[in-house]
């Protein structure tokens, strides 16, 4: 039986005036069951995801998409014209602010996240952003010191809290009947803050029944402590819907600022300022911090575990070779660092005062072309190196592309220099 030879990719070389093997949406897997060829060409899935942003061609071309399982409920964020929005796979929000830069290039990201923040950091080629997730809705409780309050009953959400001495009281379940009890040390706001977020020991600090912080709000005082703040878990609008109020018999001396909590669920990008103005090109994260290259240098500036602005004497020089940081990105637990001409491998010190370092023995004499680094597991990222071809890197680099692939991106970079192919 005679085979249909089988394109296992797609390959174009004009200049050898070669026929063109076509692959359209299709990719190479390795049959067994296939006695012959014995290979499979399967057809790549679809982004499902993306499917409202398609629908509105007035979003702008989508330039970026980022999404880590884990930072902001693992939800998908676009970069679409001038615009980025959030899409957890039914709502779609879109953020205040605009991204700028070249429409046809694609913003690079980077993230943040520990115990109370997480942040989704971008830099468009020349300016640097972050995004907070939104805002989280608050209201205050203030004391007018003129008397004591410590017979007064808090509704936060619906539960009621009181200040008592005794708090082992099997029927305390937090309702008008039986509110849940917060011990009084004479800093009543602060043990009530406490309470909330369950500072504490059941039986010793409030009520023995109590089983965990209050599932809708935190709270915090101020110093001294004549303001409670209760702040919405939540970072969208449904935390604005949070009731509070004093019960019967209130002494007078608390006021809240509402009857509800205010102020949640507003999405924006904040620009961050960059030392004398300098433009950004390049981001990555690494063991809690994120890297921002400075545009045609050597130079990076490291932001700190938590931190939203730029320490100008917080910085360091690729060392290798003089050629600029052209792109970043974390492989594994180091950061690669590649330059027009050469690339560099950085690791965690553990030292606080000089945080990264450079990988003896890793540098590799090769550069990258911009915007082409593409991450493909813990240990290996592909790139389109400065001699023009593709490599697939890991130990060493290990070149992946044909002459007819490599013919097309020289064309391209050719038409990108204003020359002819």
């Known amino acids: 039986m005679t085979t249909l030879p089988l394109g296992v990719g797609a390959y174009k070389r004009d200049y050898a005036k070669e026929p063109e093997i076509k692959l359209v949406n299709r990719f190479l897997e390795l049959a067994p069951t296939n006695l012959r060829e014995k290979i499979a060409l399967l057809t790549r899935p679809g982004t499902k995801k993306l499917e409202d942003f398609?629908?509105?061609?007035?979003?702008?071309?989508?330039?970026?998409?980022?999404s880590l399982k884990g930072l902001f409920d693992s939800d998908l964020f676009v970069v679409a014209g001038t615009r980025l929005y959030r899409y957890d796979g039914t709502t779609k929000t879109t953020i205040?602010?605009?991204?700028?830069?070249?429409?046809?290039?694609?913003?690079?990201q980077a993230w943040m996240k520990g115990t109370d923040y997480?942040?989704?950091?971008?830099?468009?080629?020349?300016?640097?952003?972050?995004?907070?997730?939104?805002t989280h809705a608050s209201a205050t409780l203030t004391y007018d010191g003129s008397g004591s309050y410590a017979t007064d009953v808090l509704i936060i959400g619906g539960t009621y809290y009181t200040w008592s001495a005794t708090l082992t009281d099997p029927l305390d379940d937090g309702?008008?009947?039986?509110?849940?009890?917060?011990k009084n040390t004479g800093d009543l706001l602060t043990n009530m803050a406490e309470t909330l977020n369950y500072d504490g020991v059941?039986?010793?600090?409030?009520?023995?029944?109590?089983?965990?912080?209050?599932?809708?709000?935190?709270?915090?005082?101020?110093?001294?402590?004549?303001?409670?703040t209760v702040t919405a878990r939540s970072e969208e609008a449904d935390g604005n819907a949070i009731t509070v109020a004093l019960g019967g018999g209130a002494s007078g001396n608390l006021a809240w600022s509402g009857v509800t909590l205010a102020g949640g669920g507003v999405?924006?990008?904040h620009q961050i300022a960059t030392p004398e103005g300098v433009s950004v090109n390049a981001l990555c994260a690494l063991n809690g911090h994120v890297l921002v290259s400075v545009a045609n240098s050597q130079q990076f500036y490291i932001i700190r575990p938590g931190a939203v602005v730029i320490d100008p004497l917080d910085f360091a020089n690729k060392e290798g070779s003089p050629d600029p940081i052209v792109d970043m990105a974390t492989v594994g637990d180091v950061a690669v660092i590649a330059g027009a001409g050469s690339t560099e491998y950085w690791s965690a010190t553990g030292d606080n005062e000089t945080p990264f370092a450079p990988i003896q023995g890793r540098a590799i004499a090769r550069g990258i072309v911009a915007g082409t680094l593409v991450v493909v597991d813990d240990g290996?990222?592909?790139?389109?190196?400065?001699?023009?071809?593709?490599?697939?890197v890991g130990n060493a680099p290990v070149p992946i592309s044909n002459n007819g692939i490599e013919e097309r991106i020289r064309r391209q970079l050719r038409r990108e220099a204003g020359l002819a192919p």
Not at 96 to 108: F, L, Y
Not at 205 to 217: E, K, M, R
């Open 267 to 269: 999405h924006v990008l």
């Open 118 to 134: 997480q942040f989704l950091f971008i830099c468009d080629g020349t300016r640097l952003y972050y995004y907070p997730g939104g």
């Open 202 to 228: 059941p039986g010793t600090d409030f009520s023995l029944t109590l089983g965990g912080p209050n599932t809708l709000v935190r709270g915090a005082v101020n110093d001294p402590p004549t303001v409670l």
């Open 175 to 182: 309702t008008l009947a039986h509110p849940f009890k917060v």
């Open 380 to 392: 290996t990222y592909c790139v389109v190196s400065s001699d023009w071809r593709v490599y697939a």
């Open 54 to 66: 398609v629908a509105v061609p007035t979003l702008g071309r989508i330039r970026a998409n980022y």
């Open 96 to 108: 205040a602010g605009a991204i700028g830069g070249e429409q046809d290039d694609s913003p690079r």
